[in-house]
């Protein structure tokens, strides 16, 4: 994969290719896919990404039925980046918070000086009729972890894999993963069960919900961990991988605050748990500089 991936938005090759044109913030923010061709495991999808406005108390404008996996760089300079963090919104593997938990977060790091790419990932593919969409989101978590989960989350992992990949062959040294909800999920496969190839450098996991096995391996990534007490579906998956690090002698630091619930993003709610991009933030400097 060329090093102008990295810098100006074309997709991986196999070659190394210095960039030619100048890089503007426009060119950085152009998603690039992360398959040559149908991405391997769902050849066979023929359904239309969609963007759909949830109703409260969820909210917010999420993308579903992704066909296309897809990284987005938001760049903070011309140069291509040695240091990179892969954003992976969270959404249940239903839908995608592209924006609280995608755009804004990878923006808000880029102002900072931090290269940025919002990992766009496969999902259960749901009905297109927005109320049919309602139906299927009840009825699937009602189930608690259907076979259907199982598969995007495999399908999920391979995306967020191969993006880590990606990025290591263009010339990114240092791959730090930031994953909120199911995106920290999906980053919990990562840590606990990819090979070291596909493994991020770091990762930040962010209202993480309840994870099986959570058995560090030998050679655990560093974890920042962030959650807040009142949050409906549990904080159980940050508490495991936490007491799993600890016991393993891994580095691991976690935040759990009194207030905030889940999908916080970068919404802002006046309370202490606003805070947690800057703790991150000092998170990341302390291990990559």
Do not use: C
Not at 165 to 178: C, D, F, I, M, T
Request: no cysteine; hydrophobic share 45%; net charge negative.
């Amino acid at each position: 994969m060329g090093r102008d991936f990295a810098a100006h938005g074309r997709a991986p090759s196999l070659r190394v290719v210095t960039p030619r044109r100048r890089h503007t913030r426009r060119m950085s923010e152009r998603a690039l896919p992360l398959w040559e061709g149908p991405a391997p495991g769902s050849e066979r999808w023929v359904f239309e990404e969609q963007w759909t406005d949830l109703p409260e108390p969820i909210g917010g404008r999420v993308l579903r039925n992704v066909i296309e996996p897809t990284l987005t760089p938001y760049l903070p300079d011309e140069v291509p980046p040695r240091q990179a963090v892969v954003v992976a919104p969270g959404g249940g593997l239903h839908f995608l918070a592209m924006d609280n938990e995608g755009a804004a977060v990878a923006r808000w790091l880029r102002e900072r000086g931090v290269a940025a790419y919002v990992l766009k990932y496969r999902l259960v593919p749901t009905a297109t009729d927005d109320a049919a969409f309602g139906d299927d989101l009840r009825a699937n978590f009602a189930d608690g972890d259907p076979a259907i989960r199982v598969k995007a989350l495999d399908l999920a992992t391979a995306d967020a894999g191969r993006a880590i990949e990606v990025l290591r062959s263009s010339g990114v040294q240092h791959v730090a993963y930031l994953g909120f909800s199911a995106g920290a999920r999906i980053g919990a496969e990562l840590v606990l069960r990819a090979p070291r190839e596909r493994r991020p450098d770091l990762a930040a996991l962010i209202y993480l919900y309840a994870v099986q096995h959570a058995v560090a391996p030998d050679d655990g990534v560093p974890l920042f961990l962030l959650a807040a007490a009142d949050d409906p579906l549990g904080i159980s998956g940050s508490l495991d991988l936490h007491a799993a690090w600890r016991a393993a002698g891994h580095p691991v630091e976690q935040h759990l605050f009194e207030r905030g619930g889940h999908g916080f993003g970068m919404t802002r709610s006046g309370l202490p748990v606003d805070a947690w991009p800057d703790l991150f933030l000092a998170w990341l400097r302390s291990h990559l500089g």
